[in-house]
């Protein structure tokens, strides 16, 4: 059972592009949503977090947007470069109940020169 | 720097062979987990440990076992390899508590099973 639903499982953007990674989730318990990046070859690291009591967060290029009474979020990368090109997750987690994360499916981002 | 070791990048194995894979973090973490990587699939959870000699259930642990006699090390074990179970195979670790702590990732063992 996915319990965090993420989409597209691929995307391709050109360079400046601004390439936009949706998730939902159904567990209301959870309070704390990461985002990871995972280069070719690399594990993944965390890139962003956010929890339901902002709507948005804001980290250099990357935006992550929460919609609390949708159970959705999103990450938004803004002026993207190839550089960005890695697969990203999102993941959720109840904060209190210890550190087991929920991921999603993963999206595999290709940002062209 | 947390860094997070895993002992083969790339494994290949047999079917019915017993396979063990290791994970040594250097950061004095109490959480440690095991995941497996396939596309389309995410990261699905096999196994964690909060502590010393201490094992949960993931989401997908059948086949799987799991030691931590040792806190820094964490090893997975496959009883009887089956080729269903050839993956990309990723260890983390975390220090205890919250869940806002983020989670350290070893690179990765590509594992074969043929």
């Known amino acids: 059972q996915q319990q965090v639903k993420q989409s597209p499982q691929s995307l391709i953007v050109q360079k400046g592009g601004i390439p936009i990674i949706n998730c939902a989730y159904e567990?209301?318990?959870?309070?704390?949503f990461p985002w990871y990046q995972q280069f070719p070859g690399k594990g993944p690291a965390l890139l962003i977090a956010?929890?339901?009591?902002?709507s948005e967060k804001k980290e250099g290029r990357f935006t992550i947007s929460f919609n609390k009474s949708a159970k959705q979020f999103s990450l938004h990368i803004m002026d993207s470069q190839p550089g960005d090109s890695a697969t990203y997750f999102c993941?959720?987690?109840?904060?209190?109940?210890?550190?087991?994360?929920?991921f999603g499916e993963g999206t595999q981002l290709t940002v062209n020169p | 720097d947390v860094k997070v070791t895993q002992s083969s990048r790339y494994l290949v194995k047999r079917t019915g062979e017993k396979v063990f894979l290791e994970c040594v973090q250097d950061?004095?973490?109490?959480?440690m987990f095991w995941y497996r990587q396939d596309p389309g699939l995410g990261l699905r959870l096999i196994y964690f440990?909060?502590?010393?000699?201490?094992?949960e259930k993931g989401d997908i642990p059948e086949g799987y076992s799991v030691s931590r006699e040792k806190k820094e090390r964490f090893s997975l074990i496959l009883e009887s390899a089956s080729t269903n179970q050839t993956s990309m195979y990723l260890c983390?670790?975390?220090?205890?508590?919250?869940?806002?702590?983020?989670?350290?990732f070893g690179d990765g063992t590509r594992l074969s099973i043929l």
């Open positions: 956010i929890r339901p009591d902002v």
């Open positions: 983390a670790s975390t220090v205890g508590g919250a869940g806002n702590q983020p989670q350290h």
């Open positions: 993941a959720a987690v109840e904060e209190t109940s210890g550190s087991r994360l929920t």
């Open positions: 440990s909060y502590d010393v000699k201490m094992k």
């Open positions: 567990n209301t318990a959870f309070d704390y």
């Open positions: 950061m004095d973490h109490e959480n």
